[in-house]
T-cell receptor, first 114, second 114 residues
Framework: AQSVTQLDSQVPVFEEAPVELRCNYSSSVSVYLFWYVQYPNQGLQLLLKYLSGSTLVKGINGFEAEFNKSQTSFHLRKPSVHISDTAEYFCAVHSGGSNYKLTFGKGTLLTVNP | GAVVSQHPSWVICKSGTSVKIECRSLDFQATTMFWYRQFPKQSLMLMATSNEGSKATYEQGVEKDKFLINHASLTLSTLTVTSAHPEDSSFYIC??????????FGPGTRLLVL
């Protein structure tokens, strides 16, 4: 079985500050890792994904994440946030196979203040 | 990226009526689609996995006679909430699996049962 832990339920930051949203996972098999963003009253949008290769993954909107196998982490970072980054962020994993079934974390609400 | 649409985006209905929600993959064929329910300020709860041409697989605790899922083609899955009641009011999100990648999500459907 897999599980995902997002350590912070809420992260308030000021505009132009750096931010890190933490995600840890547990799994007995190799996993694929994802970050999704959800704006109010909308579906989820894929920010970035780690499937294989380089452990530093760059995504949309200036976000990046680093896969750390030894620490079973996949933290999301952005060097300078904007007001428009205010949203809910979900970390998710799946172990491959044909059904792509995702296990989600509980989400982190990022609030960017002026 | 892959695009998934949902229709309608908003629906209000009377208690006891049935409501159908459509989920379409617009630029790819999806053999597997997923239906989620999301309560306010919570993560997504997987309701069922829908495979084209076969019966859906429901998660534990989800009533399959209440939430009818049909995946008749490689680009369309439907969720019908039968005899809806106020407790069925929620945000329903579908997603479609892209082979070798992950799930791409629709924009969601807000259901309000009066």
């Amino acid at each position: 079985a897999q599980s995902v832990t997002q350590l912070d339920s809420q992260v308030p930051v000021f505009e132009e500050a750096p931010v890190e949203l933490r995600c840890n996972y547990s799994s007995s098999v190799s996993v694929y890792l994802f970050w999704y963003v959800q704006y109010p009253n909308q579906g989820l949008q894929l920010l970035l994904k780690y499937l294989s290769g380089s452990t530093l993954v760059k995504g949309i909107n200036g976000f990046e994440a680093e896969f750390n196998k030894s620490q079973t982490s996949f933290h999301l970072r952005k060097p300078s946030v904007h007001i428009s980054d205010t949203a809910e962020y979900f970390c998710a994993v799946h172990s491959g196979g044909s059904n792509y079934k995702l296990t989600f974390g509980k989400g982190t609400l990022l609030t960017v203040n002026p | 990226g892959a695009v998934v649409s949902q229709h309608p985006s908003w629906v209000i209905c009377k208690s006891g009526t049935s409501v159908k929600i459509e989920c379409r993959s617009l630029d790819f064929q999806a053999t597997t689609m997923f239906w989620y329910r999301q309560f306010p300020k919570q993560s997504l709860m997987l309701m069922a996995t829908s495979n084209e041409g076969s019966k859906a697989t429901y998660e534990q605790g989800v009533e399959k006679d209440k939430f009818l899922i049909n995946h008749a083609s490689l680009t369309l899955s439907t969720l019908t909430v039968t005899s809806a009641h106020p407790e069925d009011s929620s945000f329903y999100i579908c997603s479609a699996g892209v082979p070798g990648e992950t799930q791409y999500f629709g924009p969601g459907t807000r259901l309000l049962v009066l």
